[in-house]
């Protein structure tokens, strides 16, 4: 066990030879006080979930904290902890680690990646008490198992008066972490394996045969095990949108959005398994309607209109018709039968009594309601843009969403969706390649520059979060508006392969 006390004293030492260092000496320096800093960080996190505040083992371990915070502060005018994977750097010198601090290099990192913190700055006014106040908020948010993120942390201590810490999220280049490069390439799978099984289900829907009940079922579950793991690989694959068969991708993007807004709504992992299947069944009634009116480019008549707006309960008598199911999918079947039927009920088909529209029937709508505007089908071959059909669900009563919904929807996907091209103030093209992760900073996404100020192409281009701004507090870039990608010849898929 370190005595957390015995730690202070090299870096004591270090400071008094401090004065005129080489780069190299000083980098030596800022490795060995910062290890001193994190090793003492973990002895107070320790004390701190052992006694209470007053106790002097408590007292002892966050004055030796100031004290190491101090030192590196003398000698640096900054004190900044920072992570990256798996390194932690302090003022931009990266610690090394050896067996002796393995467990508080690890135990803090784990402890800041639950809580979204990849950045900690500290100001020479950070009291022992300020101290006490950050670590004991990390340490209960990192056990709470929510998903935390840094916002809720500045949160907690802006409520507790603390003003000497600054926090930012996870720097962008973790984006190329083990952990997201797997779960990226999990969602990829996933992704393609449910279009191809729901092609198969539709395919056997439309000869009259019975839909392999089994592998839909599994496809439903991965979708909902991989949201509950990591949720932003799978959601920003929808939005891409670079895949041209319309109706199997429609139904799969409709359950994956469904599925993660269900999460942000509360949901149980069973609830979401039986609005997942839901969702991937909506429009399963279409498989009646003849291929002929569902690939119609123009001119649709009243006949054709007639065959549409019955797909609703054409789905309810399909699903009666599949078996393998222990018992029969009431809920899938609401779904069918509501999800065109707006909260006002002035869609179709027609209540025949006031009736609710259920709340699986509402979330899927929604979903439903942004991937079709936003895709790109027979009669629709230039899409909105996703900023534009977000703000008609938002804006447009007569749109018929629920608003508490589409509230949720536009937290999760962002005002500028993943995939969007978007113009700069800096007169660059970029992607939109993940929503913030601070809620605050929904219309500053992180972007991939794809053409710089002159229009040359950029690839794969550099990532830029939107929220950096220069030494004098204004925005380094800021979007401007939404773009087509034809318009400049960029296939937005390239950039996420
Ligand atoms: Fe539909
Ligand atoms: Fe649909």
Same mark, same amino acid.
């Given at each position: ?219 439903? =579950?991965? $979708?909902?095990?991989? +949201? ?9 694959? @929808?939005?891409? %949108?670079? !895949? ?112 609710? =529209?259920? $709340?699986?029937?509402? +979330? ?9 505007? @936003?895709?790109? %089908?027979? !009669? ?118």
């Amino acid at each position: 066990m370190t005595d957390p006390r015995r730690v202070s004293t090299p870096t004591q030492n270090a400071v008094l030879t401090g004065e005129a260092m080489t780069d190299a000496a000083s980098e030596s320096f800022i490795r060995r006080a910062g290890r001193a800093l994190i090793v003492t960080v973990y002895g107070a996190m320790r004390v701190i979930r052992l006694y209470p505040p007053e106790n002097e083992a408590v007292r002892n371990a966050l004055n030796d904290l100031v004290t190491a915070g101090k030192t590196l502060l003398d000698q640096d005018k900054e004190l900044e902890l920072r992570t990256s994977g798996e390194f932690i750097f302090v003022n931009s010198t990266r610690l090394r680690l050896d067996l002796d601090n393995y467990a508080s290099f690890s135990h803090l990192l784990s402890v800041l990646r639950k809580c979204g913190v990849g950045t900690i700055s500290v100001t020479p006014e950070a009291t022992a008490r300020d101290w006490l106040v950050l670590l004991s908020q990390l340490l209960s948010l990192s056990a709470s198992g929510e998903d935390v993120i840094v916002h809720d942390v500045v949160e907690k201590l802006e409520a507790a008066g603390v003003t000497t810490f600054t926090l930012g999220p996870p720097p962008v280049t973790d984006d190329d972490s083990d952990f997201m490069r797997r779960a990226k390439e999990a969602a990829k799978r996933t992704y393609s394996h449910s279009v191809a099984v729901t092609k198969e289900c539709m395919g056997s829907v439309r000869l009259g045969q019975a839909p392999n009940i089994k592998k839909i079922k599994r496809v439903v =579950q991965t $979708i909902v095990d991989q +949201i509950l793991n990591e949720e932003r690989s799978l959601v920003g694959l @929808t939005t891409i %949108r670079d !895949y041209d068969e319309y109706t199997f991708t429609h139904s799969v993007n409709v359950c994956i959005f469904s599925v993660a807004l269900g999460r942000r709504l509360g949901l149980s992992k069973l609830q979401l398994f039986d609005l997942g299947m839901a969702a991937l069944f909506h429009d399963i009634g279409k498989s009646r309607v003849p291929l002929g009116v569902l690939n119609k480019v123009e001119n649709l008549n009243d006949e054709d209109w007639r065959w549409l707006a019955a797909h609703p309960w054409l789905g309810v008598l399909a699903l009666f018709q599949i078996r393998g199911l222990a018992e029969l999918p009431y809920r899938a079947m609401v779904v069918c039968y509501e999800h065109h039927m707006k909260t006002d009920q002035t869609g179709y088909p027609r209540a025949v009594r006031p009736r609710d =529209q259920s $709340i699986f029937a509402r +979330i899927v709508a929604v979903a439903d309601g942004f991937d079709a505007a @936003t895709s790109r %089908r027979a !009669y629709q071959t230039v899409p909105m843009s996703p900023a534009a059909v977000l703000a008609g669900m938002r804006d447009n009563p007569r749109r018929g969403f629920d608003q508490v919904i589409v509230k949720g929807f536009i937290n999760m996907v962002g005002i500028y969706p993943v995939g969007t091209l978007v113009v700069l103030d800096t007169f660059e093209l970029a992607i939109v390649h993940s929503v913030n992760p601070n809620p605050q900073a929904i219309s500053r996404p992180v972007v991939r520059i794809v053409s710089d100020d002159r229009g040359n192409v950029l690839f794969p281009g550099e990532l830029a979060d939107l929220t950096e701004q220069s030494a004098s507090g204004v925005y380094r870039r800021t979007i401007i508006k939404t773009e087509h990608p034809d318009r400049y010849g960029i296939t937005v898929g390239d950039y996420f392969l």
